[in-house]
């Protein structure tokens, strides 16, 4: 029997289960799940249960499986059947997505594949050599051992801004990860707040500041002071197949991958199409 160890149970970690329960072809797989979190299958992207926040992707895009493109959408319209393949719905109901497809695919099992799900943090793991297997140790001294062991902890925390006065890191009003519960709470309109950087993180905290009460101002502050394009309103023309397939999977760096895709983008907007067509097709 296979023993594979994911660590990290949000969007990656999750599909990651769902495509071994999907595609286990008969093998004998012992899949275990770890997240220090008890939400399995949400992470820090869609873990809020705020309306507020949107997937910043079309719903037509936010399929989990590849090989059924309208599966996100007929989820979808299970709770609200106003939503269409060009509408942008909250976060919260993506990550009730993923919990629900998981859970799906844990209840279609043949006992060839055993999920566990096992709440904890890792501190420490080791690849293992010719006489012992690859392990993970947790944070209480627990230790797993399996065969593979598949990282998917997400984005790490963000770095604390480079200032002279270190202390301010300290300061109440200070947050350098706006996504960390306790740090929410900070968030006033009575009183000015002032945003570093101006990226979809930023627009988030704005619009879930924009829902509270007072009336203070919001600065946003960048070294370029630009804002996130706009999504167009259709959905994109061009299918994975048509450009995914022949050109980039063929292809074994980033950079050759990169230099395809730019050349693609030149053809397609040549021929009138947009390039985010193109990025989306991805």
Not at 21 to 42: A, F
Not at 51 to 59: C, E, R, T
Not at 185 to 206: E, K, N, Y
Request: glycine share 8%.
């Amino acid at each position: 029997m296979q023993n594979i160890i994911i660590i990290g149970a949000g969007f990656s970690g999750t599909l990651t289960a769902v495509q071994l329960i999907r595609n286990s072809s008969g093998q004998s797989i012992n899949v275990t799940l770890v997240d220090r979190n008890c939400d399995m299958g949400r992470g820090v992207a869609y873990k809020s249960d705020s309306k507020n926040y949107f997937l910043n992707v079309p719903a037509g895009n936010m399929s989990a499986l590849e090989e059924d493109p309208n599966h996100f959408i007929e989820y979808c319209k299970k709770y609200n059947k106003k939503i269409v393949p060009s509408s942008f719905v909250s976060r919260a109901i993506y990550g009730d997505y993923l919990e629900q497809l998981l859970s799906d695919n844990e209840r279609s099992l043949d006992g060839q594949v055993v999920i566990t799900r096992v709440f904890g943090e890792v501190i420490s793991l080791s690849a293992g050599n010719g006489t012992t297997p690859p392990s993970v140790t947790f944070k209480d001294g627990k230790k797993l051992t399996g065969n593979s062991i598949v990282l998917a902890t997400g984005n790490y925390p963000p770095q604390n801004i480079q200032i002279f006065d270190r202390t301010f890191y300290l300061n109440e009003k200070y947050a350098n990860d706006p996504w960390q519960l306790k740090t929410t709470t900070i968030f006033d309109r009575t009183v000015p707040t002032l945003l570093i950087g101006s990226g979809l993180t930023a627009i988030d905290i704005c619009t879930s500041l924009l829902h509270k009460p007072g009336n203070e101002k919001i600065y946003l502050v960048s070294r370029h002071g630009l804002l996130p394009q706009s999504h167009r309103v259709s959905l994109p023309t061009y299918k994975t197949d048509q450009f995914t397939k022949p050109i980039l999977d063929g292809l074994k760096t980033l950079r050759a991958q990169l230099r395809a895709t730019r050349r693609q983008i030149h053809i397609a907007s040549s021929g009138g199409a947009d390039w985010r067509e193109i990025i989306n097709s991805i």
